[in-house]
């Protein structure tokens, strides 16, 4: 019996209809591999900054963590953000060259700006002022230190021992300039200054006590003592 290759008149109706074998497709091509125009800085520190980093990694040892360039967002943050709407804009697009934190729990103790030639231009003076009224307003300590071929241990020694004492003297607020936390208003937060509110440690050997803890928690964990009147 010879096959019959000629489609009958039942499959070229259901091929009108759509109804019949799929048709043949070739395969998609395969997408090009993505290619991310992304390369590793070689000049993440100037030399300038590089040779000022090593002075300063040696004077401080262990005892002290150098971060290069930090950007201020990273530092700080704004205590009332639905007031200061502007004051972010001027953290965000701004970095510290070096800052400086206790290597067991990373909290800042103060900055560094190297100040080379570049700081004189007047656009420049501008953003330093700005950056020192950051520092100045969070009361943490900013160093400035003209850029140099050499340095002196024992200068730099003086201004990072200043550095810390100033630093220590904001780690202990005045608490007693803020609310009473036995009044029945909320007191302010020594950090931020705006009401905190009433927690319950849910874990640790205080679970189940209430303590008045600040709105800006985790950004601030400043926490006072609650007294049930």
């Given amino acids: ?26 395969p998609l091509p395969e997408p090009a591999p993505r290619i991310l125009p992304y390369r590793v800085r070689d000049d993440f520190l100037s030399p300038a900054e590089l040779s000022f980093y090593l002075v300063l990694k040696n004077i401080v040892g262990q005892h002290l963590t150098i971060c290069p360039k930090v950007r201020l967002s990273d530092i700080f943050f704004v205590s009332r953000p639905n007031v200061n709407f502007s004051a972010y804009n001027s953290i965000n697009q701004k970095h510290v060259d070096f800052l400086v934190c206790d290597p067991r729990t990373m909290r800042p103790r103060f900055g560094v700006e190297l100040d080379d030639s570049s700081h004189l231009r007047s656009y420049r003076a501008a953003r330093d002022e700005d950056v020192d009224d950051i520092f100045e307003a969070a009361g943490l300590p900013l160093v400035h230190i003209p850029a140099r071929m050499g340095y002196s241990h024992n200068e730099l020694n003086e201004l990072i021992a200043q550095a810390l004492t100033n630093s220590k003297a904001v780690d202990q607020p005045e608490k007693d300039n803020f609310c009473d936390p036995t009044d029945n208003e909320a007191p302010l937060c020594p950090k931020c200054g705006i009401p905190m509110v009433l927690r319950t440690a849910a874990r640790g050997r205080n679970t189940g006590r209430q303590f008045y803890g600040c709105t800006n928690f985790p950004r601030c964990r400043e926490v006072l003592p609650y007294q049930p009147v």
């Fill in 1 to 26: 019996m010879t096959e019959n290759n000629n489609p009958g008149c039942l499959t070229a109706f259901l091929r009108f209809f759509g109804l019949g074998r799929e048709p043949k497709f070739d």
